[in-house]
């Protein structure tokens, strides 16, 4: 059974960084893809990253330039380094994996940022 682990997030000022990872375990295989996506009160899961295992990334709009991935498919390992954060960037943040067509989520990891 695969399951993602998060860590990373906490409580930051605007305009300041944070990096959250991201690792698998319990997989023998390699994933096509792996990322993430955050969560805010009433709002639907939207994407932050996606990083495929051949291709190219993709960011959401709100991550563009702030943001950036970087990850290993075939160990099912992800980081997101978050710089120059608001605070219409609080949510939970999930990592995400995708493996034989399967996809698999983290439990989540909660970023505030304070005005």
């Known amino acids: 059974q695969v399951r993602l682990v998060e860590s990373g997030g906490g409580l930051v000022q605007a305009g300041g960084s944070l990096r959250l990872s991201c690792a698998a375990s319990?997989?023998?295989?390699?994933?096509?893809?792996v990322g993430w996506y955050r969560q805010a009160p009433g709002k639907q899961r939207e994407l932050v990253a996606l990083k495929p295992s051949s291709g190219t990334t993709t960011y959401g709009d709100s991550a563009k330039g702030r943001f950036t991935i970087s990850g290993d498919t075939t160990r099912g390992t992800v980081t997101l380094q978050m710089n120059s954060l608001k605070p219409e960037d609080t949510a939970v943040y999930y990592c995400?994996?995708?493996?034989?067509?399967?996809?698999?989520w983290g439990q989540g990891t909660q970023v505030t940022v304070s005005s």
């Open positions: 995400y994996a995708v493996q034989s067509f399967r996809n698999y």
């Open positions: 319990g997989s023998r295989f390699s994933f096509s893809a």
